[in-house]
């Protein structure tokens, strides 16, 4: 089982910076993908930004441009670098890796979430 630990997350003014990490455990299964997801109060878990093992990125439209993915295939860590961050952003934030198995069925494996809020 892989395991997934989160952490950066904090309290930053309106226009402030903030970086994620999210470190899963050592395996020996691989590791395809790792994703940020993030859920408000009252609002469904949504995909921020998610990265494939061979470095392709794919991110929110309301995070396109403020946000920047990216990993350590070698550490099986992915960084989540905010900018200009929004009220909107306050959220908690949970890291998601996908992980697959010899005969090629995929895996997901969640963190506990860390606390990102935005105010002034």
């Known amino acids: 089982q892989v395991r997934v630990v989160e952490s950066g997350g904090g309290l930053v003014q309106p226009g402030g910076s903030l970086r994620l990490s999210c470190a899963a455990s050592?395996?020996?299964?691989?590791?395809?993908?790792m994703a940020w997801y993030r859920q408000a109060p009252g609002k469904e878990r949504e995909l921020a930004a998610a990265?494939?093992?061979?470095?392709?990125?794919n991110f929110a439209e309301s995070v396109k441009g403020r946000f920047t993915i990216s990993s350590d295939n070698a550490e099986n860590t992915v960084y989540l670098q905010m900018n200009s961050l929004k009220p909107e952003d306050t959220a908690v934030y949970y890291c998601?890796?996908?992980?697959?198995?010899?005969?090629?069925?995929?895996?997901?494996?969640w963190g506990q979430g860390t606390q990102v809020t935005v105010s002034s």
């Open positions: 050592r395996s020996i299964y691989s590791i395809i993908a």
């Open positions: 998601k890796a996908t992980w697959r198995v010899p005969p090629g069925v995929d895996f997901n494996s």
């Open positions: 990265i494939t093992r061979d470095g392709s990125t």
